[in-house]
């Protein structure tokens, strides 16, 4: 069975950093492109970051660049986003995903930013962590 179980979120002053993790079993990780979505109080999803198969290739999303890092470890099967800076309009639920299609499928390249273009189709979810970011 698959699962993705995300870790590390909870409160934070504005400022502060938090590290999240994403677990995964049930499925060669190594071969899946990884996604983290968040979802703000009363907001549609939003595409934060992604990272290919082999982590070579990072994305981020316009909001997040230069605060937010992605990485992966292949031989823990195990995603992490490291958030610094972190400002109250962070505060989501923050899940991941797991495709075996190339991120760059569902990426626009605009203005120096990279676009979500897809649909929030993942082959696997997790159940999310949330982040709260308050003083």
């Known amino acids: 069975e698959v699962y993705l179980v995300e870790s590390g979120g909870g409160l934070v002053q504005p400022g502060g950093s938090l590290r999240l993790s994403c677990a995964a079993s049930?499925?060669?990780?190594?071969?899946?492109?990884m996604t983290w979505v968040r979802q703000r109080p009363g907001k549609e999803l939003e595409w934060v970051s992604s990272?290919?198969?082999?982590?070579?290739?990072?994305y981020y999303a316009r909001s997040v660049k230069g605060r937010f890092a992605i990485s992966r470890d292949n031989a823990k099967n195990t995603l992490y986003l490291q958030m610094n800076s972190l400002k109250p309009e962070d505060t989501a639920m923050y899940y991941c995903a797991a495709d075996q299609t190339p991120i760059t499928k569902t990426l626009a390249y605009d203005g120096g930013d990279y676009v979500y273009t897809g649909e929030y189709v993942f082959n696997y979810w997790g159940m999310g962590t949330h982040v709260t970011v308050s003083s």
């Open positions: 990272i290919n198969s082999g982590g070579g290739s990072t």
């Open positions: 049930g499925f060669t990780f190594s071969v899946y492109d």
